[in-house]
């Protein structure tokens, strides 16, 4: 990884709280031999992914206009800290006009070669409602991207999370209900069976980004129903890392998928044996067979 | 006694045992009919009617082929008026000197012309004085012999009384064609008198007798009165063909025989008859209608001339129905035994002569080999066969179908050297054997701000040529260029040449087998770089193709063949401005074209060349049924790479298809019959394994793959399936029809490179339904694309399936 590794400085700007939590946990996963983190964002434009990359690193790493598109090119932001290294790689929005970017999505890629994804946060916001055919095909190119199994290594991440539900229902249904519903898009894009449920009990969690986020009284940044949601999106995140699943690699057959040209070429002269065999020459007799019962003539014997 | 133009008779001479009742039409002249002389007036009148009836009747089939090539084509079979030799005069060889024709043998068409013309011109002028009045009082009987040999008599009307009857019998009878005399007409008394005796010979009538009664108006009537012949009861029945038999000769009787050497003389001609029939050939008669005539003879009773009458008229019949146009009933002998004989000459072929004419109809040396135009013949049209009109017919289709003549006649013609035999004679105009054209046109391209200018007229236009028949033997090269601008050809030239040459295993050779090697290239918009629904304009890539083709193909029927060989070519992709393009483009999202699309080659640089083995099977076993499609097509078709050309690809692509034209309601055969409702079911596989270039990808949608989309629209996949079903109903001599297709690529348009079925936003699959009108060549319809739930009208040349 070419670029420079700073210090995780930004680190120190959360509440002491937070910290000490989340030097809990990478202490942890040190523990578990995981010195190196990569964490890929992803999710439509405008929802809020490069705000949660600068809220987990603590500074404004990547720039944030709430009004573009910012990013055209991903972008890698790495810090380590007591000889721990976190990568997050913020990607630009996959939709534009409507339809996938389709070369976003190939600069993607490409940027992501010879890279270990080692968590996916799929991004979206809580405070949308609905969920539509657009989701489903974010998520689609990404599982034919880097394959069906980049969603055992993912955790689904709502931003904008402080909000008043609507008609007054209760936050944590709403909640529910939202994730649910966007967790069901997931399953369809990501073309996973329904028995595989269980095994992609995808992880949800809530982020607030604003700088006007409710505190607790460790200053630490709350959810409306009280959770402190950067250890939280951390702890979430380190349960993935140890949930026994693999990490992605990216190399150059992910990326272009199997060359399908040199699939079943060495068949290539049983079948034509067999197509002549099975195919020309049944055709043959059945030509001579039509000569046979062709109705001639009377004259014609 | 065969004179078969002749009014050849034989006397119903009580004393033999068997009578023969030959040729019981009066001068009825051998015509090759198509139209069969069903019923017994319309013999009368087919020897009085205009001398080439089947001319007439080949014209519609001059037509249907005429539609296919410019060369004016005539199946012309003469009438003909065959006069076999014996007719005047020999004394017909018949039993009991009866044979004797009445001289007038072979132009007994013209006689009756003779004596039919003015009859019609007295009908104009009713007084003119062409005729003479009888000069007696009105209403007296006159026996024949009385009447004045000098006068010509006005015969007012003519009836036949039956005296077996006891009644007159009208018009309608069948025996009213036995006589010549028409009401009307004017005759002198030698006519009269010929006419009894005629009457009398024929073997009809035991007895004929002929008077007049004087009409007030100086005409006269004329009353033959007869008794029928009959003789014993049959219940066999016997067909055979005489055509070629030798004439027997008949032992002069004299007149002072004794009875015994009577007797005698009487059993030698039994001897004779009976050697004759074992020798003669079978019939072709079929044996429905043997039977048929044998119930005939069973309900009859007694052999009556009119059952005869009758016989002949059903024998002949079907002949003529199945085509054997030359055949005729000459002759029913062993009458009085328990056998009836039907003595047939069929038209047996004793010569196939083929004649190349100039364009002034001289006989020249043609060009073109005899065995060319020999294998083109039906094997019933060579010599030893019986002449058939429909085989004739089939001979001028192949023969046409060459595409060396001009101008080809089929004609049989009366063998004068073996009475009885038919020399079919084919006569044939060769086409010039090399041709050029030159065809120009001037197209108007829009210049600057879309306005024609000068500058951008172009002149464009084809070039073709052609040398045929090389050696004789229908080797041919052809060529054609073709540019729409001839100032800047390199824009876009086309180019064919084409060798072909048939009968590859020898002219003899039944296995026929047809090489063709040509040079060719093409132009075409590439179906697979074409956008979705509701995508912009996707710029297009052209295809271009130059190479050279060597194949082989055998014609197993005229439908289905085996065609296999070797293609080797260069594929260029270009885009919009004609600059080689190794990459398709797409519009980006902010408007951009970024050229970084689908790969267009499999060398990645616009340019491919390869060599491949190409083999085409095709079942075809569809026939029209009034204008119906029915039967079932199957065609199955693989390219096989070879690892030759860039980077060395080497593939199997391979596809198969499968059209059925289930009949669904059965119907009469027939001109005017109406065709049945037809139900089409239709299937189409297609597949590559190996290397792939976009351009080989397979499309869906499009006229021919899902109706309703636009050419690629679906998408372009390494695997295909298409189903359709079309239901066609006959309205008014065309049809309507429903149709319900699909298209699938089988989730396999990501193994197409660079995907781009997705990068130009296409399902991969799609579905249409839509109803339609054939009008014509034109088929209007209108389709609703699954897809997008819209529909819109087409107008499509030609058929889907």
Same mark, same amino acid.
Not at chain 1, 105 to 110: A, G, H, P, Q, T
Not at chain 1, 132 to 160: C, E, M, P, Y
Not at chain 2, 580 to 608: E, M, W
């Given at each position: 990884?070419?670029?420079?590794?700073?210090?995780?400085?930004?680190?120190?700007?959360?509440?002491?709280?937070?910290?000490?939590?989340?030097?809990?946990?990478?202490?942890?996963?040190?523990?578990?031999?995981?010195?190196?983190?990569?964490?890929?964002?992803?999710?439509?434009?405008?929802?809020?992914?490069?705000?949660?990359?600068?809220?987990?690193?603590?500074?404004?790493?990547?720039?944030? !206009?709430?009004?573009?598109?910012?990013?055209?090119?991903?972008?890698?932001?790495?810090?380590?800290?007591?000889?721990? +290294?976190?990568?997050?790689?913020?990607?630009?929005?996959?939709?534009?006009?409507?339809?996938?970017?389709?070369?976003?999505?190939?600069?993607?890629?490409?940027?992501?070669?010879?890279?270990?994804?080692?968590?996916?946060?799929?991004?979206?916001?809580?405070?949308?409602?609905?969920?539509?055919?657009?989701?489903?095909?974010?998520?689609?190119?990404?599982?034919?991207?880097?394959?069906?199994?980049?969603?055992?290594?993912?955790?689904?991440?709502?931003?904008?999370?402080?909000?008043?539900?609507?008609?007054?229902?209760?936050?944590?249904?709403?909640?529910?209900?939202?994730?649910?519903?966007?967790?069901?898009?997931?399953?369809?894009?990501?073309?996973?069976?329904?028995?595989?449920?269980?095994?992609?009990?995808?992880?949800?969690?809530?982020?607030?980004?604003?700088?006007?986020?409710?505190?607790?009284?460790?200053?630490?940044?709350?959810?409306?129903?009280?959770?402190?949601?950067?250890?939280?999106?951390?702890?979430?995140?380190?349960? $993935?890392?140890?949930?026994?699943?693999?990490?992605?690699?990216?190399?150059?057959?992910?990326?272009?998928?199997?060359?399908?040209?040199?699939?079943?070429?060495?068949?290539?002269?049983?079948?034509?044996?067999?197509?002549?065999?099975?195919?020309?020459?049944?055709?043959?007799?059945?030509?001579?067979?039509?000569?046979?019962?062709?109705?001639?003539?009377?004259?014609?014997? | 006694?065969?004179?078969?133009?002749?009014?050849?008779?034989?006397?119903?001479?009580?004393?033999?045992?068997?009578?023969?009742?030959?040729?019981?039409?009066?001068?009825?002249?051998?015509?090759?009919?198509?139209?069969?002389?069903?019923?017994?007036?319309?013999?009368?009148?087919?020897?009085?009617?205009?001398?080439?009836?089947?001319?007439?009747?080949?014209?519609?089939?001059?037509?249907?082929?005429?539609?296919?090539?410019?060369?004016?084509?005539?199946?012309?079979?003469?009438?003909?008026?065959?006069?076999?030799?014996?007719?005047?005069?020999?004394?017909?060889?018949?039993?009991?000197?009866?044979?004797?024709?009445?001289?007038?043998?072979?132009?007994?068409?013209?006689?009756?012309?003779?004596? *039919?013309?003015?009859?019609?011109?007295?009908?104009?002028?009713?007084?003119?004085?062409?005729?003479?009045?009888?000069?007696?009082?009105?209403?007296?009987?006159?026996?024949?012999?009385?009447?004045?040999?000098?006068?010509?008599?006005?015969?007012?009307?003519?009836?036949? *009384?039956?005296?077996?009857?006891?009644? +007159? $019998?009208?018009?309608?009878?069948?025996?009213?064609?036995?006589?010549?005399?028409? /009401?009307?007409? =004017?005759?002198?008394?030698?006519?009269?008198?010929?006419?009894?005796?005629?009457?009398?010979?024929?073997?009809?009538?035991?007895? $004929?007798?002929?008077?007049?009664?004087?009409?007030?108006?100086?005409?006269?009537? &004329?009353?033959?009165?007869?008794?029928?012949?009959?003789?014993?009861?049959?219940?066999?029945?016997?067909?055979?063909?005489?055509?070629?038999?030798?004439?027997?000769? /008949? =032992?002069?009787?004299?007149?002072?025989?004794?009875?015994?050497?009577?007797?005698?003389?009487?059993?030698?001609?039994?001897?004779?008859?009976?050697?004759?029939?074992?020798?003669?050939?079978?019939?072709?008669?079929?044996? /429905?209608?043997?039977?048929? =005539?044998?119930?005939?003879?069973?309900?009859?009773?007694?052999?009556?001339?009119?059952?005869?009458?009758?016989?002949?008229?059903?024998?002949?019949?079907?002949?003529?129905?199945?085509?054997?146009?030359?055949?005729?009933?000459?002759? *029913?002998?062993?009458?009085?035994?328990?056998?009836?004989?039907?003595?047939?000459?069929?038209?047996?072929?004793?010569?196939?002569?083929?004649?190349?004419?100039?364009?002034?109809?001289?006989?020249?040396?043609?060009?073109?080999?005899?065995?060319?135009?020999?294998?083109?013949?039906?094997?019933?049209?060579?010599?030893?066969?019986?002449?058939?009109?429909?085989?004739?017919?089939?001979?001028?289709?192949?023969?046409?179908?060459?595409?060396?003549?001009? !101008?080809?006649?089929?004609?049989?013609?009366?063998?004068?050297?073996?009475?009885?035999?038919?020399?079919?004679?084919?006569?044939?105009?060769?086409?010039?054997?090399?041709?050029?054209? &030159?065809?120009?046109?001037?197209?108007?391209?829009?210049?600057?701000?879309?306005?024609?200018?000068?500058?951008?007229?172009?002149?464009?236009?084809? @070039? +073709?040529?052609?040398?045929?028949?090389?050696?004789?033997?229908?080797?041919?090269?052809?060529?054609?260029?073709?540019?729409?601008?001839?100032?800047?050809?390199?824009?876009?030239?086309?180019?064919?040449?084409?060798?072909?040459?048939?009968?590859?295993?020898?002219?003899?050779?039944?296995?026929?087998?047809?090489?063709?090697?040509?040079?060719?290239?093409?132009?075409?918009?590439?179906?697979?770089?074409?956008?979705?629904?509701?995508?912009?304009?996707?710029?297009?890539?052209?295809?271009?193709?130059?190479?050279?083709?060597?194949?082989?193909?055998?014609?197993?029927?005229?439908?289905?063949?085996? +065609?296999?060989?070797?293609?080797?070519?260069?594929?260029?992709?270009?885009?919009?401005?004609?600059?080689?393009? /190794?990459?398709?483009?797409?519009?980006?999202?902010?408007?951009?074209?970024?050229?970084?699309?689908?790969?267009?080659?499999?060398?990645?640089?616009?340019?491919?060349?390869?060599?491949?083995?190409?083999?085409?099977?095709?079942?075809?076993?569809?026939?029209?049924?009034?204008?119906?499609?029915?039967?079932?097509?199957?065609?199955?078709?693989?390219?096989?790479?070879?690892?030759?050309?860039?980077?060395?690809?080497?593939?199997?692509?391979?596809?198969?298809?499968?059209?059925?034209?289930?009949?669904?309601?059965?119907?009469?055969?027939?001109?005017?019959?109406?065709?049945?409702?037809?139900? &089409?079911?239709?299937?189409?596989?297609?597949?590559?394994?190996?290397?792939?270039?976009?351009?080989?990808?397979?499309?869906?949608?499009?006229?021919?793959? @899902?109706?309703?989309?636009?050419?690629?629209?679906?998408?372009?996949?390494? !695997?295909?399936?298409?189903?359709?079903?079309?239901?066609? =109903?006959?309205?008014?001599?065309?049809? &309507?029809?429903? *149709?319900?297709?699909?298209?699938?690529?089988?989730?396999?348009?990501?193994?197409?490179?660079?995907?781009?079925?997705?990068?130009?936003?296409?399902?991969?699959?799609?579905?249409?339904?839509?109803?339609?009108?054939?009008?014509?060549?034109?088929?209007?319809?209108?389709?609703?694309?699954?897809?997008?739930?819209?529909?819109?009208?087409?107008?499509?040349?030609?058929?889907?399936?």
């Amino acid at each position: 990884m070419a670029s420079l590794i700073r210090e995780w400085v930004g680190i120190n700007t959360f509440a002491s709280a937070t910290q000490t939590k989340l030097l809990e946990l990478l202490g942890k996963l040190k523990q578990e031999n995981v010195n190196t983190l990569t964490i890929l964002v992803m999710g439509k434009g405008g929802v809020g992914k490069s705000s949660t990359v600068n809220s987990i690193i603590g500074e404004r790493a990547v720039s944030v !206009n709430p009004f573009q598109s910012e990013a055209p090119t991903p972008f890698m932001v790495s810090r380590s800290r007591a000889g721990f +290294t976190l990568n997050i790689i913020d990607t630009p929005g996959l939709i534009e006009g409507g339809y996938i970017n389709d070369r976003a999505l190939e600069i993607v890629k490409r940027f992501l070669l010879n890279k270990t994804i080692d968590v996916l946060l799929y991004v979206d916001r809580l405070d949308a409602y609905r969920v539509d055919n657009l989701d489903r095909q974010v998520v689609k190119a990404i599982t034919d991207s880097f394959g069906k199994g980049i969603w055992n290594r993912a955790v689904v991440v709502l931003t904008h999370a402080q909000l008043s539900p609507p008609d007054g229902l209760p936050y944590e249904d709403f909640c529910f209900k939202r994730s649910g519903a966007l967790l069901k898009v997931v399953r369809l894009g990501a073309g996973l069976k329904k028995r595989n449920k269980q095994d992609f009990a995808l992880p949800v969690v809530l982020v607030e980004n604003s700088g006007r986020c409710n505190k607790n009284e460790n200053d630490e940044k709350v959810l409306p129903n009280g959770t402190a949601w950067i250890p939280d999106l951390v702890k979430t995140i380190t349960e $993935v890392v140890s949930n026994g699943s693999k990490s992605i690699f990216v190399d150059k057959k992910l990326i272009e998928g199997p060359n399908p040209n040199e699939r079943g070429k060495l068949l290539i002269p049983l079948i034509f044996a067999l197509q002549y065999f099975f195919v020309v020459k049944p055709i043959e007799r059945a030509i001579a067979d039509d000569i046979e019962k062709e109705s001639r003539p009377s004259w014609d014997n | 006694m065969h004179s078969l133009a002749a009014p050849t008779h034989l006397h119903s001479t009580p004393l033999s045992s068997r009578r023969k009742l030959l040729s019981p039409t009066p001068r009825r002249s051998l015509q090759c009919l198509s139209v069969p002389s069903s019923s017994s007036s319309s013999s009368s009148s087919s020897s009085t009617s205009k001398p080439e009836p089947l001319k007439s009747t080949f014209v519609p089939l001059f037509k249907t082929i005429a539609a296919s090539s410019a060369a004016a084509l005539l199946l012309h079979v003469r009438s003909l008026s065959l006069d076999f030799g014996s007719g005047g005069g020999s004394g017909g060889g018949g039993f009991g000197g009866g044979g004797g024709g009445d001289g007038h043998g072979g132009d007994g068409g013209s006689f009756w012309r003779k004596l *039919f013309a003015p009859a019609v011109a007295n009908a104009d002028e009713p007084q003119s004085q062409e005729w003479d009045s009888h000069g007696l009082p009105a209403n007296i009987v006159v026996q024949l012999n009385k009447l004045s040999s000098f006068k010509k008599y006005k015969v007012s009307e003519i009836l036949f *009384f039956d005296r077996r009857r006891w009644t +007159t $019998v009208g018009t309608e009878d069948s025996f009213f064609e036995m006589v010549s005399l028409r /009401p009307g007409g =004017i005759y002198n008394k030698a006519q009269l008198q010929k006419e009894l005796e005629t009457l009398a010979t024929c073997g009809m009538f035991e007895k $004929v007798d002929m008077e007049g009664k004087t009409n007030p108006d100086g005409t006269i009537a &004329v009353t033959i009165s007869f008794t029928e012949s009959t003789w014993q009861s049959a219940d066999r029945f016997r067909c055979i063909n005489v055509g070629l038999m030798p004439q027997s000769k /008949p =032992i002069e009787m004299d007149a002072d025989m004794t009875d015994k050497e009577k007797m005698e003389y009487y059993r030698s001609l039994e001897k004779d008859y009976k050697r004759r029939i074992e020798r003669a050939k079978p019939c072709l008669l079929a044996s /429905p209608v043997h039977r048929e =005539i044998l119930q005939m003879l069973r309900d009859q009773g007694k052999v009556s001339a009119r059952l005869l009458q009758r016989i002949r008229d059903r024998v002949q019949k079907w002949y003529f129905d199945e085509g054997y146009a030359c055949a005729q009933v000459v002759n *029913f002998g062993n009458l009085n035994t328990k056998e009836v004989v039907c003595e047939v000459v069929e038209g047996d072929i004793t010569e196939t002569n083929i004649q190349f004419l100039d364009k002034l109809g001289n006989v020249v040396e043609g060009n073109t080999q005899v065995a060319v135009v020999i294998r083109e013949m039906p094997k019933q049209l060579r010599p030893g066969n019986v002449f058939n009109i429909e085989a004739g017919k089939q001979a001028l289709r192949n023969i046409n179908a060459l595409g060396l003549f001009s !101008n080809i006649e089929v004609n049989p013609r009366p063998d004068e050297k073996r009475e009885g035999g038919i020399i079919v004679e084919i006569k044939l105009k060769e086409l010039d054997q090399k041709t050029a054209e &030159v065809s120009t046109e001037w197209s108007i391209v829009p210049g600057r701000g879309g306005r024609p200018t000068l500058a951008s007229l172009q002149p464009g236009g084809t @070039v +073709t040529f052609e040398h045929r028949n090389i050696n004789g033997l229908n080797r041919s090269i052809n060529g054609s260029v073709t540019t729409s601008n001839f100032l800047n050809p390199q824009d876009d030239l086309a180019f064919k040449l084409e060798y072909v040459h048939p009968y590859l295993d020898g002219v003899f050779d039944p296995l026929n087998r047809t090489l063709r090697v040509s040079c060719f290239n093409s132009r075409k918009l590439s179906p697979v770089f074409t956008g979705g629904p509701g995508v912009d304009e996707v710029p297009p890539i052209w295809v271009d193709r130059a190479g050279v083709k060597a194949n082989i193909t055998e014609n197993f029927t005229r439908q289905s063949k085996f +065609t296999y060989g070797l293609v080797m070519e260069e594929i260029t992709t270009r885009n919009e401005s004609s600059t080689i393009c /190794p990459n398709g483009q797409r519009v980006l999202p902010n408007g951009g074209i970024s050229a970084d699309g689908p790969p267009t080659t499999l060398s990645g640089t616009g340019i491919d060349q390869m060599a491949f083995l190409q083999a085409n099977i095709t079942r075809d076993n569809t026939k029209f049924l009034n204008g119906a499609i029915v039967g079932s097509r199957n065609v199955f078709q693989v390219d096989q790479g070879l690892g030759i050309g860039s980077k060395f690809p080497f593939f199997n692509r391979h596809q198969l298809t499968l059209t059925r034209f289930f009949q669904l309601r059965e119907v009469e055969e027939g001109a005017g019959q109406p065709p049945p409702p037809v139900l &089409v079911l239709h299937g189409h596989y297609g597949g590559c394994v190996g290397d792939l270039p976009s351009y080989d990808a397979f499309t869906l949608g499009g006229p021919y793959s @899902v109706r309703g989309y636009n050419m690629g629209e679906i998408g372009a996949a390494r !695997n295909i399936l298409e189903l359709a079903a079309e239901i066609r =109903i006959p309205v008014k001599g065309t049809h &309507v029809y429903a *149709f319900a297709e699909h298209g699938n690529d089988l989730g396999t348009s990501k193994d197409v490179k660079g995907n781009p079925t997705e990068v130009y936003r296409r399902l991969g699959h799609g579905s249409s339904y839509g109803v339609g009108a054939k009008l014509g060549l034109v088929r209007a319809e209108y389709a609703v694309d699954h897809n997008s739930g819209t529909g819109a009208f087409f107008f499509r040349f030609g058929e889907r399936f």
